[in-house]
């Protein structure tokens, strides 16, 4: 026996060609604010421990990433249009949202309800994109599995807790293996522009992230020269990333017309490549927040490594995307990333002395770059 479902599940979603515009939407962009601040979250348990902390960062920004992505392809597959639609992106959002304060304690006491929170995501999810395809059932089924995983988490403790995150990110992370990329359609513009806007929003969370950290210390020359250090520092990723990539990217994208092979470029450079590109803005945010009071002392703890490690992962990220989306190699951003390693031991002297250093890496890997020739 067939199970009913209402109209608006049952009707039909057309997928809009790349003739026509599909500008992201006010709410998409309200969702988005909500994500950012999840992955901000993931600044404060990094910045708190560069060993543990780093890994429980990248195990929870596995999960966060992998279902961000999938609501990119969901409001590009199924538009909220409808008022109902719309109500059940608030709830997503209401999920976003629980997701994020649980994220600082989430191997700790609020793994609950960082599942509960993915619980929700996930359901929402789910339940709107298979009015665009059938096909996305498996992906479903292995996001719930993920999901029991991640509450199984939470009532363990030890290695069987970073065991059982490990199995949630892979079960979804290989998911598509198994789905395959039929049957799912993607208007080239839109996905380019959400996946740019969550990287610009990133770039301004950061900035908020250091500003959180000065607002706790005496107003004066260090504070402001770290923070204008770390602007510059995010400035010189924003040029890397929307001066030189993102438009080339969406060209390139919008030139693949068969869907199931722009599925995978999607897949390969919008998800995977920028997973070292968000982790390299949340790496940098939490060492430069590290820096200030420091300007003149020794960073330690590990923030100098993360200082010289968020730009070269946000570099080589830039480096696989433009790989996966065939456009010309940058190989000197894999040497600008190599010398900002060279860095490390200004940072073991004095902050300011390395942020000096990490800017004119990156100033100088963009003068000697050509812009032309994308």
Known sequence: MRIPSPRWFRERVEPVPDTASMPVSTLELFFDLVFVFTVTRLTHVLGHDYGAGALQTILMFGVIWWMYAGYAWLTNAVPARRPLRRVLLLVGMAGWLTTGLAVPDAFHG??????????????????????????????????????????????????????????????????????????????????AERHGLVVIVALGESLLAIGLVAADLPMGGHVVSVAVLGLA???????????????????????????????????????????????????????VSASIGHLTTPLGHGAEYALAAGPALFLLGTVWFRAVMGLPGRPGRILTAVVLAATVPLGAV??????????AVLTAGLALERPSGR
């Open 110 to 191: 609020s793994g609950g309800w960082f599942a509960l929170g993915m619980a929700v995501v996930v359901t929402v999810h789910g339940v709107m994109y298979l009015q665009s395809t059938r096909r996305f059932l498996p992906i479903f089924a292995a996001n719930l599995l993920s999901v029991g995983a991640l509450a199984v988490a939470a009532a363990v403790t030890g290695p069987a807790r970073y065991a059982l995150w490990a199995v949630a990110v892979a079960v979804m992370w290989l998911s598509p293996l198994v789905s395959g990329q039929r049957g799912f359609r993607l208007h080239a513009g839109h996905i």
């Open 233 to 287: 520092i995010a400035a010189s990723l924003w040029w890397y990333y929307f001066a030189r990539d993102a438009e080339p990217g969406e060209t390139a994208l919008t030139g693949e017309t068969d869907q199931v092979r722009r599925a995978r470029k999607v897949l390969g450079g919008y998800f995977y490549a920028h997973v070292p590109i968000l982790l390299g803005i949340v790496t940098m945010a939490a060492a």
């Open 350 to 359: 004095a902050a300011g002395w390395q942020l000096v250093a990490v800017l």
